[in-house]
């Protein structure tokens, strides 16, 4: 189901222009406006899918296809040494548009870019939280 009010949405099928570097029935890969390194593009799904929880689990995994094959080009083609494969779920989390999406990041040797995290310490407490939930 498409939401009329969703830029995604508009992107994706095509009411809206974008760079568009694959498209097939389901998906479209775009370049993000704002990439974060050169070639950083997004995996949109042309049916709207808010996050993760949403999104069927074979249409995911078809997703998971399209990042195979167009992060192997991403790499190749621009002569990118790494590929960060990102996906945000909810405001908390960085996700700003509320359209399932997956980040392709080409990574070149010797970047700044700030992805990564400070290592914490895991505590006894909380495996033990953690372990009780499953
Ligand atoms: P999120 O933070 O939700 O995981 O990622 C949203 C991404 O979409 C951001 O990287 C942002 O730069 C990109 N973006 C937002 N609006 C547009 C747009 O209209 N066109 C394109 N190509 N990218 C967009
Ligand atoms: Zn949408």
């Known amino acids: 189901m498409k ?3 969703c830029i995604f949405c508009k992107i994706a099928g095509g009411e809206i222009p974008s760079a568009t570097l694959y498209e097939d ?3 479209r890969v775009i370049l993000d406006l704002n990439p974060a390194s050169k070639g950083h593009s997004l995996i949109l799904p042309k049916e709207h899918y808010a996050n993760l929880f949403e999104i ?3 249409v995911l995994g078809r997703a998971a296809g399209v990042a195979k094959k167009i992060g192997a080009k991403l790499l190749e083609g621009l002569h990118a040494t790494g590929l960060n494969v990102l996906q945000n779920n909810g405001v908390s989390s960085g996700q700003t548009v509320f359209h399932f999406h997956m980040h392709l990041i080409p990574r070149y040797d010797g970047d700044a870019l700030g992805l990564a995290w400070k290592p914490g310490k ?3 407490a909380d495996r033990d939280e953690i372990l009780g939930i499953f």
């Open 25 to 27: 029935e389901e998906f």
């Open 56 to 58: 069927p689990e074979d």
């Open 122 to 124: 895991l505590t006894e």
């Open 3 to 5: 939401d009329c009010n």
